[in-house]
């Protein structure tokens, strides 16, 4: 696996370790007849310890985008498996759902040309297809959405354009922008811009439609979102600069009166930072569904999230 594509691409990884098969827990990895996009869409679904014994239950479940680069089985074809098995364990974080759908390179929304409507898809018909093929808990508290890099664009995004849909929303090392550089929107600098991001904001690339879908964009015109849990954070040396978009985001909510919780740690835009901090976000959603069993942090490690939480 790569770590980055190109200049601006926005890559996740997650720490790669040998794939182990749990008797407790299982991965299914299969597709859903899309209409809107006209083929099939691939998608890697963890599911519980306890699913297959107990089939009365029903489960919340989060949404986990992937970034550009990646595909459905970042997380069975990873460490991130293995880590999840053992946080299920430990009780870091309680029994729910984790779905990842593959999203190419086409940053969650609908392109500019209208030829990849992937915002329609995920919408209209991959939510409904996934929550009714399995034993979910298919409302607002028990729905999240969380994310790394251009998945974590596509969260936020998400989170703030259909909170009647998420109650809880993360990301990791978003691809957040405030404001593009005029330089790289002219010229070569343009086209090679638009190849990075795969074409999905117009080739060449269109400043305009940027903007228009941009989180900071939305979240200006949007009413507040009442009971919409966010957690996001960001390393202090990420390779594309998104800890200033992140803290630029983060300034933006406190303007807006948004509750929020943000942290800015050392690390930059790799596999390593992801691995360090996803189980705090894991544990973020499994306190937003309201299971209980799992304990966020110590006292020590909730001192020194107050201590990050302006992101200063």
Avoid at 15 to 44: H, N
Avoid at 189 to 199: I, K, S
């Amino acid at each position: 696996m790569s770590r980055y594509l190109g200049p601006v691409a926005l890559g996740l990884a997650i720490v790669l370790l040998p794939a182990t098969v749990f008797a407790a827990g299982r991965a299914e990895c299969r597709t859903v007849q899309s209409a809107i996009l006209a083929r099939k869409v691939p998608y890697c679904i963890l599911l519980p310890p306890s699913y297959d014994a107990d089939t009365t239950r029903r489960y919340p479940i989060l949404y986990f985008l992937h970034g550009l680069g990646e595909n459905e089985q970042v997380l069975t074809n990873s460490g991130g498996w293995n880590l999840i098995q053992d946080w299920w364990d430990q009780k870091t974080i309680d029994e729910f759902l984790i779905v990842t759908p593959a999203a190419g390179r086409s940053f969650y929304i609908n392109s500019r040309d209208g030829q990849v409507r992937y915002e329609d898809f995920f919408i209209r018909e991959f939510l409904p297809f996934i929550e009714s093929h399995y034993r979910i808990r298919a409302d607002r508290t028990h729905r999240g959405i969380s994310g790394v890099s251009m998945g974590g664009y596509g969260s936020l995004r998400f989170a703030f354009l259909y909170p009647r849909f998420f109650g809880s929303v993360s990301a990791h090392s978003a691809a957040l922008v405030a404001k593009l550089p005029r330089a790289q929107l002219e010229g070569p600098a343009g086209q090679q811009l638009a190849m990075a991001l795969g074409g999905a904001f117009g080739t060449p690339f269109d400043p305009a439609f940027w903007d228009r879908e941009n989180p900071f964009t939305i979240v200006r015109n949007s009413p507040r979102p009442a009971g919409l849990r966010i957690y996001f954070d960001c390393g202090t040396e990420d390779d594309f600069g998104f800890n200033a978009g992140a803290l630029a985001f983060h300034d933006l909510l406190v303007s807006r009166g948004i509750p929020h919780e943000f942290h800015l740690y050392p690390g930059g835009h790799n596999e390593d930072y992801v691995a360090q901090h996803l189980s705090a976000s894991l544990a973020f959603h499994s306190h937003a569904f309201g299971l209980s069993s799992a304990s966020r942090n110590s006292s020590a490690e909730r001192a020194q999230e107050r201590a990050h939480i302006s992101g200063r």
